[in-house]
């Protein structure tokens, strides 16, 4: 972390060391991928605090993808972002997975779409669209 500089953003992949290993693996790819823009997950985020604040922190009518739209303003701000792939973390926590690969990459994906490109209409910000829900409630 020494060899960082301290004025930009980082982020790394998640991955598995037990089931999904494949999902998180493909999904990583996308993440060094995803032409310049940072696709960041805050269980895998860096930032400089004068950064968090230049900003304004975390826009708290989103209770997810909060994460990757502070990047993007981050970004906007000036700020540099670099995708680091040796800055790994482990997920233990599959529950949004297992109800369904497909469903969480295509929420994932349309919610970031939504919120990068500012068509998220503000009434739907607060919606997760049944990402926290409980499978059994």
């Known amino acids: 972390?020494?060899?960082?500089?301290?004025?930009?953003?980082?982020?790394?992949?998640?991955?598995?060391?037990?089931?999904?290993?494949?999902?998180?693996?493909?999904?990583?790819?996308?993440?060094?991928?995803?032409?310049?823009?940072?696709?960041?997950s805050g269980s895998n985020l860096l930032l400089p605090r004068k950064a968090l604040?230049?900003?304004?922190?975390?826009?708290?009518?989103?209770?997810c993808n909060e994460d990757s739209e502070l990047v993007w303003r981050i970004r906007r701000?000036?700020?540099?972002?670099?995708?680091?792939r040796e800055l790994v973390v482990y997920a233990t926590d599959h529950r949004r997975i297992?109800?369904?690969r497909a469903a969480k990459t295509l929420h994932s994906l349309l919610r970031?779409?939504?919120?990068?490109?500012?068509?998220?209409p503000e009434s739907w910000r607060r919606l997760d669209?049944?990402?926290?829900?409980?499978?059994?409630s």
């Open 53 to 63: 604040l230049a900003v304004g922190g975390f826009d708290l009518r989103l209770n």
């Open 77 to 84: 701000a000036g700020f540099p972002s670099r995708y680091r």
């Open 129 to 136: 669209w049944g990402y926290w829900q409980n499978r059994n």
């Open 98 to 100: 297992e109800r369904g």
């Open 1 to 40: 972390m020494a060899r960082l500089d301290e004025t930009a953003v980082y982020y790394g992949p998640k991955l598995s060391r037990d089931r999904y290993r494949a999902y998180y693996r493909r999904f990583a790819l996308g993440q060094a991928a995803a032409c310049g823009i940072p696709a960041a």
């Open 112 to 120: 970031c779409l939504l919120l990068y490109t500012g068509l998220m």
